[in-house]
C-alpha cells in the first residue's frame, strides 16, 4: 500500500467529479485504507521507532502514512476468523480420514477456508464435499480457472456452499499449463458443465469424462485460449 | 403397403429470433411435434469482457458491467464494487448505501417488469408489454434524472455512488411507491387470472429442488421450486439487515410459478425502496478511498443476489491496481445449463413459454 501517495489519477471515466474533495489531504488517502485497523487500540502504541525507516525516503507524507503500514503485522483478530479456520480444518480432517494425501495445501482467504486437492483426487475430493455426512457442500455457487505462467499451471477453482447455512469453501487444484487435464465434476455437480466447457473455451483444461466438452463462447475453429495469460490474437 | 418414412428434423431456432431474447440459438431435433433434443449454442455476443478487465483499472471495468445484464446495470455495477470494497475493507458512507439499495431495488423492479412484458409477448399476448413499458419508463426517468442514464448507469463506484439524489428525487420515489402497486394490482387483473395464459404456463416446465440445486440454480429459477434461497437474507450484504420484507417462494417449480414470483418480488422490493425512502440520511456519497485501488494479494469471491439469480465476482488481486483474473458468476449462463433437460419431450410449443421463463438476458450469458 506505500505506494498509494504516487500522486497518479486513474484515468479512469468516472473519478473526475470527486476529486476536489479527495485531493484535500493526502493522509486521508491513508486512512481510508486501514479505517478498520487503525481503530485498534495499537494503532497510536509505537511510532518511536517508525520514522528511521519511512523518514530518509521521502517527504512529510510519507511519515503519515507509515503508522498504519507499522501495525499491520500483528493485526487485532477479526471475530470471523476463528470459526473460518475451526470450518477448515475440520474440512480437511474429513478429507483426510478418507483421502490421507488429497490435500496439498490449505489456508484461508479473506475467511473462506481453501483447499489446495492434487488433481487425481479432484472429482472423488469434490464428490466426499458434495455427500459426506458432516460436509454436505451440495451447491456449486462458481468455477474459475486461473492461469500461473511463472508457475506452469492452470487453477482450476470451484467455490462450494452448504445449504441453507450459505457456508461457503473453495477447492482449487492445478493441472500443468502444456498438458492441462482434470477429471471432470459434471458427475457430480452437473450445474459444472457449462462452467467447464468454459475453462476449456478459454484457458484450454481437458475434463475428462465431460459429456460434452466443446467450446462455448469462441467459435468452434477458434485457435488458441484467450485467457491464458500469454495468448496473443495476432499469431 | 409401403410405410409411410419418417425421420427426426434438426430445426433451428434463433440466433436472430425474437423470442429468444437475444442472440441465442437452439438446434432442436424434433419428432414430429415432440422435442427429442435441445443443444443451445451461445457465444454470440462474448465480448471478452474477463480478458478485458485483466488490462484496467477496478474502477475503469464498471461500465463493461453495465453491459452485462443490461436490464438490471444497478446490480451489476454493485457486484463489483461490492467485491472489490470488501477486499479492501472499505467503509462505505450511509447515504451512499441507501442509495444504492434504492437505485438496485427499483432496477430489479424494472427488470421484473420487463420480463412480464417480454413473457407475455412471448406467449402472445401483446397488451401487457405495452403497460409494463410505462411503469417501466418512470423507473428509467427516475435513473436518469439521479444518473443521466436510463440503461448502462455506470452510476456506482468504488466506495460511494457517483451522484448524490438531485433535490426532491427521493420525493419522486416515494411517490413512485404506491404508483407501482396500483399497477402490480393492474397486472394481476390483466394476466394473472387469464385462463389462456394459466393453461400456457400452469405444470409446464416444472423440476423439483434437488434438481435446481444440482444444476446451481439460482435465483427465481430457484425458489419457484419452493427452496428459500435469497442472498440478500442467507449472507446478508450492504444494509439489507435492515429491512422488513419477505422472500417469496413458489410450490411447483413450473412456470407458473417463475411467472408469479416476478411479480410478488416487486412488491417486495417496494417495500424495500419505502423503507429505506424513510430512513435515508444525509451526508456524504462517497467514502474515503485511496486515489489507486490496489487490493492485497489474494483471491474474492462475493456474490449479490441479482436480478435473475446469484450474481458473484470472483478475482484474483496480485496486489496491483488491475486484477490479476477476474470471474464473473452470471446467473443467465448457469441458470440456462437446464433447459435441454427441461425440454426434452416437450411439445414444440412449449419451448417458447419454458425459455421464456428461464429469464435470460444474453448479454450476461455470453459475458
Known amino acids: 500500500m506505500s505506494e498509494d501517495q504516487k500522486e497518479t489519477l486513474p484515468p479512469s471515466s468516472g473519478d473526475g467529479g470527486r476529486s476536489g474533495r479527495d485531493a484535500a489531504s493526502s493522509e486521508a488517502v491513508a486512512e481510508g485504507v486501514d479505517a478498520k485497523r487503525t481503530a485498534s487500540p495499537s494503532a497510536g502504541g509505537e511510532p518511536g521507532t517508525k520514522p528511521q525507516e519511512a523518514a530518509p525516503k521521502r517527504e512529510p507524507a510519507a511519515k503519515r502514512e507509515a503508522p498504519p503500514k507499522k501495525d499491520a503485522p500483528p493485526k487485532e483478530p477479526d471475530p470471523r476468523e476463528a470459526p473460518a479456520r475451526a470450518l477448515l480444518e475440520e474440512v480437511v480432517a474429513e478429507v483426510k480420514t478418507v483421502f490421507p494425501d488429497a490435500v496439498e495445501g490449505a489456508e484461508l482467504q479473506k475467511f473462506r477456508p481453501v483447499l489446495l486437492i492434487r488433481r487425481e483426487y479432484w472429482r472423488d475430493v469434490l464428490h466426499l464435499l458434495k455427500t459426506g455426512e458432516r460436509l454436505r457442500f451440495r451447491y456449486l455457487e462458481c468455477m474459475a480457472g486461473v492461469d500461473y505462467p511463472q508457475g506452469g499451471y492452470i487453477e482450476v477453482v470451484a467455490l462450494l456452499t452448504r445449504m441453507p447455512e450459505a457456508t461457503m469453501i473453495e477447492a482449487k487444484t492445478r493441472t500443468p499449463r502444456d498438458a492441462a487435464e482434470l477429471p471432470s465434476a459434471v458427475p457430480v455437480f452437473p450445474g459444472a458443465n457449462w462452467e467447464e466447457r468454459e475453462i476449456f473455451d478459454l484457458l484450454g483444461v481437458h475434463f475428462e469424462g465431460h459429456p460434452d466438452l466443446r467450446r462455448i463462447m469462441m467459435p468452434d475453429d477458434w485457435r488458441g485460449h484467450p485467457l491464458r495469460k500469454d495468448y496473443s490474437p495476432f499469431e | ?367
Not at chain 2, 17 to 33: F, Y
Request: net charge negative.
Open chain 2, 1 to 367: 403397403m409401403a410405410e409411410i418414412r419418417t425421420e427426426e428434423m434438426l430445426m433451428n431456432v434463433g440466433p436472430q429470433h425474437p423470442s429468444t431474447h437475444g442472440v441465442l440459438r437452439l438446434v432442436v431435433k424434433l419428432d414430429g411435434e415432440t422435442i427429442v433434443d435441445v443443444d443451445p449454442v451461445v457465444g454470440y455476443l462474448h465480448r471478452g469482457t474477463e480478458k478485458l478487465a485483466e488490462d484496467l483499472q477496478y474502477t475503469q471495468i464498471i461500465p463493461y458491467t453495465d453491459r452485462m445484464d443490461y436490464l438490471a446495470a444497478m446490480l451489476n455495477n454493485y457486484a463489483l464494487v461490492h467485491a472489490v470494497e470488501e477486499a479492501m475493507e472499505l467503509q462505505i458512507p450511509e447515504r451512499a448505501e441507501y442509495l444504492r439499495v434504492i437505485v438496485m431495488e427499483l432496477n430489479r423492479i424494472a427488470s421484473h417488469l420487463l420480463f412480464i412484458g417480454a413473457y407475455l409477448l412471448d406467449l402472445g399476448a401483446m397488451s401487457p408489454f405495452l403497460y409494463v413499458f410505462q411503469d417501466r419508463e418512470r423507473i428509467l426517468q427516475l435513473f436518469n434524472e439521479i444518473c443521466g442514464a436510463r440503461i448502462t448507469y455506470n452510476y456506482m463506484r468504488i466506495g460511494g455512488v457517483k451522484w448524490d439524489a438531485p433535490p426532491g428525487w427521493i420525493e419522486k420515489v416515494q411517490q413512485f411507491v404506491p404508483h407501482m402497486r396500483e399497477s402490480i394490482k393492474m397486472l394481476h387483473d390483466l394476466i394473472t387470472g387469464n385462463e389462456i395464459f394459466l393453461n400456457r404456463v400452469k405444470g409446464i416446465g416444472a423440476y423439483d429442488a434437488e434438481t435446481a440445486i444440482a444444476y446451481s440454480l439460482s435465483g427465481i429459477n430457484l425458489r419457484c421450486t419452493g427452496y428459500k434461497w435469497d442472498l440478500r437474507r442467507n449472507r446478508p450484504y450492504s444494509i439489507y439487515d435492515r429491512f422488513d420484507f419477505e422472500i417469496p417462494v413458489g410450490k411447483n417449480g413450473d412456470c407458473f410459478d417463475r411467472y408469479i414470483l416476478h411479480l410478488e418480488e416487486m412488491e417486495q422490493s417496494l417495500r424495500i425502496v419505502e423503507q429505506a425512502c424513510g430512513q435515508i440520511p444525509e451526508g456524504p456519497v462517497m467514502g474515503k478511498v485511496p486515489k489507486i485501488l490496489r487490493p492485497p494479494a489474494g483471491e474474492y469471491y462475493s456474490g449479490i443476489e441479482g436480478a435473475r439469480g446469484e450474481l458473484g465476482v470472483y478475482f484474483v488481486s496480485d496486489g496491483k491496481d488491475k486484477p490479476y483474473r477476474l470471474k464473473f458468476r452470471r446467473p443467465s449462463f448457469v441458470n440456462l445449463q437446464l433447459l435441454p433437460s427441461l425440454l426434452k419431450g416437450q411439445n414444440m410449443a412449449n419451448l417458447i413459454a419454458i425459455l421464456g421463463a428461464v429469464d435470460i438476458v444474453l448479454g450476461e450469458v455470453d459475458c
